[in-house]
């Protein structure tokens, strides 16, 4: 098939490299910016830079900010062929993906969302990888009048360039765990930082201080997006670990060991019962 890639940043130029390397796919890429264009055809990320003809592409993988990836959904829409299959892959799906899939509708366009749950620290094509989604989850959002044979082609280049779960689900679902999976531990890691503690670290800290702290750095405008869009389902997650925090600092507050080990235990076996559900999952 040609597979457009429409922005070739950290996932969309992975996802470029990824098809080059792992199937037979021809990938043609476009980016607003040209250097990073010609850089991916000098690299043989891509086949072709993108000449702005619809006409022969099979599937169009936007890879750009909610904001961004909707306006030019919108732009390109009138001019797709009926028979390409368009998907984004926006860390959030909810109202945004139900507007597309509305567009999409009127268009006879077939418009199914996806989120590769890979990612780095950093962003941009120069940090773009092959096999950064070697392992990973992918989720995969149809709507319920979703043509079942474009979900299927999307779960097999899935698992062609390396993901090893693929989950199907609503885009509404995707929203209310991602909040939990994803979303949260941003914030949390953001606010962590904001001790002033952070400066006298150096010497002190470890593997769990590199942990928390690993996706503090995260770029604020993608992140401001994703969050507000999905705030209500973020709120909520928010109230719960709050909820859970206010239980250890009243058990400090008391002095009482015992319920301290008993929360404590609690997390433990919590933990414990999500790594069984592991078990025999792809590796």
Known sequence: MNILISGMGLIGGSLCKALKKYTEHKVIGYDINSDVEKL????N??????????????????CMYPEICEKYFYSIISKIEKYTLVTDVCGIKGEM????HQSAI??????I?????????????????ADLYIRANMVITPFEDSDRKKTEILSK???????RKIVITTPQEHDTMIAYTSQLAHIVSSAYVKSPSLD?????????????????????????SLFMQNRKNLESELSILIENLEKYRETLQNNDSEEMKRLIKEGTNLK??????????PN
């Open 40 to 43: 991916a055809l000098s690299e």
């Open 45 to 62: 990320s891509i086949d072709q830079i993108f000449n702005g003809d619809y006409s022969n592409i099979d599937i169009i993988i936007i």
């Open 272 to 281: 414990l019962e999500n790594l069984k559900k592991r078990i025999g999952e």
């Open 106 to 111: 009127s268009h006879g366009v077939e418009y």
């Open 157 to 163: 280049i899935s698992e062609n360039i390396g993901f």
């Open 113 to 129: 969302p996806i989120h590769p749950m890979a990612g780095k620290e950093v962003g941009g094509y120069s940090n773009s990888s």
């Open 200 to 224: 006298k670290e150096c010497g002190f800290s470890g593997g769990s201080f590199q942990d928390m702290t690993r996706i503090a750095t995260m770029n604020e405008d993608m992140w401001t």
């Open 97 to 100: 993906s139900e507007r597309l």
